[in-house]
């Protein structure tokens, strides 16, 4: 069968790719960025499209040409500069389902989640549930299919978030460690995609392991699959919780997609339940999803790594907004440097302009969209002063402050930053 899949790069979209692919299917792939899931996944026809642009029912007519299936593992947790939840996830699935309507009629399954109790009126889930009763009411054959918590050999968002915090050092400090979580292996999400494919499965359908974690479970459960001794649960105040989750929101602001935003807080301070009925579909526990996939040291470095990478780059933007905004304030004395070397107003105008490409850099690498661009500015301006500095001024390399040689250290920081810096 010719089948397009919606979010076809992401976590849950990139496995039921490969599985619908082995199964013998034509698939083709949606997604915003998909330059390097081409690289990756050469048997899929890969298109670039962004949902939340898509939202009239002629935006699709030429994408679901020949399309027998439509598997939407899209979505949007928050609102962000690159993220409209409203658009991608209700919108957007309106409008395909119109053009799905007036064509070809092609089966949909709708990857969704629970969508009932008291996080329910958040955006994310909304805009889910709008689409789902929308499908529901249109006539064209579907499947809803509501995992519960995803894991599997990769990890994004919410299951980043667990290795990350699975190997936090001594102890681990949890905020909602008694809610209670059900998991699913990503490989039973994408067999039940398979199933409805082949024509075994309809309807609305929540997939989950029949059994009930706690959250200090889960991580426990992760940090014994990292190979790490046991650490003892400390639960946290829910209050503790809010500076990160704001900083988190404001980090979504500026393009982050943080799995500590209001959304998954307010989603995990209740639990991920399902309200699983008759389904003849066996999912994997937590524990038999990572025993099939052991975990290798370049896990253990990524969970090592993932709560560090925001202090990383804070870090960074921290001291490139310090060295510009410090200078300022005492600019004839850090103009006096140059002196020996251009008149007043020249050294004046050079010192002015190194403060403002500082200040730049410092502030552009808090905006996601930006980020590599700013890093690798980081990297051309240290390279730039050093070898200035080294030509017109060398003994400040044994000045006892070491203002040449602490360059260093933050030039291997942003090259850490850049080495972390892709989320997929």
């Known amino acids: 069968m010719n089948i397009l899949i919606l979010g076809a790069t992401g976590f849950i979209g990139s496995v039921v790719a490969a599985r619908l692919v082995a199964d013998g299917h034509a698939v083709t792939g949606l997604g915003r960025n998909p330059m390097r899931a081409r690289l990756k996944q050469p048997a ?52 395909l389902y119109l053009a799905a309507k007036r064509g070809s009629r092609p089966l949909i399954v709708q990857i969704s989640a629970r969508t009932a109790g008291a996080a329910r009126a958040l955006p994310f889930l909304a805009s889910k549930r709008r689409a789902d009763e929308a499908l529901a009411a249109s006539g064209l054959p579907c499947l809803i299919l509501r995992p519960a918590l995803v894991l599997g050999r990769n990890a994004h968002g919410g299951s980043s978030l667990l290795r990350a915090l699975a190997a936090l050092p001594l102890a681990l400090p ?23 494919v082949a024509g075994g499965l309809r309807g609305d359908i929540d997939l989950a392991a029949d059994e009930i974690l706690t959250l200090a479970d889960l991580v426990s459960l992760h940090r014994q699959w990292l190979g790490l001794p046991p650490a003892r649960v400390f639960s946290l105040a829910t209050w503790l919780a809010r500076p990160v989750t704001w900083l988190a929101d404001m980090a979504g602001h500026l393009g982050w997609r943080s799995p500590l935003r209001s959304t998954a807080m307010t989603v995990m301070s209740e639990g991920i339940r399902s309200a699983k009925g008759e389904s003849s579909i066996v999912a994997t526990s937590a524990a038999a999803t990572l025993s099939a996939n052991p975990s290798g040291v ?65 502030a552009a690498v808090l905006l996601r969209p930006l980020a590599k661009r700013a890093l690798l500015g980081m990297l051309a301006a240290s390279l730039a002063y050093l070898i200035g500095a080294s030509l017109l001024e060398p003994a400040l390399w044994l000045d006892p402050l070491g203002p040449l040689v602490k360059v260093l250290p933050s030039i291997l920081l942003t090259l850490t930053a850049l080495a972390t810096l892709d989320e997929r």
Request: aromatic fraction near 6%; hydrophobic fraction near 55%.
């Open 44 to 95: 899929i026809d890969w298109r670039c499209a962004d949902l939340s642009r898509m939202t009239k029912a002629d935006d699709w007519d030429e994408i679901l040409t020949d399309q027998q299936v439509v598997v939407n593992c899209a979505g949007a947790l928050q609102d962000g500069p690159a993220d409209d939840v409203a658009a991608t996830q209700a919108e957007a699935m309106l409008a």
């Open 174 to 196: 949890l905020v909602h460690a008694e809610s209670p979580i059900e998991t699913v292996s990503v490989d039973d999400v994408a067999e039940a995609v398979s199933r409805a």
């Open 298 to 362: 370049q896990d253990l470095w990524f969970a090592r790594l993932y709560l560090l990478k925001p202090l990383v780059i804070s870090g960074l933007s921290a001291f490139w907004l310090l060295s510009g905004l410090i200078p300022l304030l005492a600019i004839e004395k850090t103009s006096a440097h140059f002196l020996p070397f251009m008149p007043e107003a020249a050294a004046t105008m050079l010192t002015l302009a190194t403060c403002l490409i500082d200040i730049a850099l410092g």
